[in-house]
């Protein structure tokens, strides 16, 4: 199956009730919402979630990944570790945009306890509207890519 309209969502304990939202707000506008976060609010670590979700998205199964947890920058640090993510964490409409034209960046980290709800699902579609620019920034994913080993 083709990863081409999939997007994964996962969060901590911390992001149940913002990374419900944004999926409802995401599968409104056409995505396959893949949602395998936790659903109660028992304290979870959030490197699982972050490297679960970065493993369907680096094996092509999901195009995206949007990941959740406190500051978002924990769940990020997981993904990351997973060849082939860059994921980068936003708290504003033009970083989002930025990790999509300049970074080509295939998973978004959002603080729950950083940013409302309004702002997250704003920031969430100034990620998935935006498209990778190619050109200079092209030289330098692969330079990022080459990090790998």
Not at 1 to 26: E, K, P, W
Not at 69 to 90: E, P, Y
Not at 117 to 131: C, H, K, M, P, R
Request: charged residues 15%; proline residues 2%; neutral net charge.
């Amino acid at each position: 199956m083709t990863g081409s309209n999939r997007i994964v969502l996962s969060s901590d304990h911390a992001a149940i009730q913002l990374r419900q939202a944004v999926a409802a707000h995401i599968a409104a506008h056409g995505w396959v919402v893949v949602d395998i976060g936790p659903t109660t609010p028992e304290s979870t670590h959030y490197p699982k979630h972050g490297e679960a979700a970065a493993r369907l998205v680096a094996s092509g199964d999901c195009r995206l990944g949007i990941i959740l947890c406190g500051t978002g920058q924990g769940i990020m640090m997981a993904a990351n570790k997973v060849k082939g993510i860059r994921c980068g964490v936003c708290a504003d409409t033009f970083s989002a945009r930025m990790i999509r034209q300049h970074n080509d960046a295939n998973m978004l980290s959002i603080g729950a306890r950083v940013v409302g709800e309004g702002l997250a699902l704003d920031i969430v579609d100034a990620f998935l509207t935006a498209q990778f620019e190619g050109g200079r920034h092209a030289t330098r994913v692969g330079m990022i890519g080459a990090l790998e080993g």
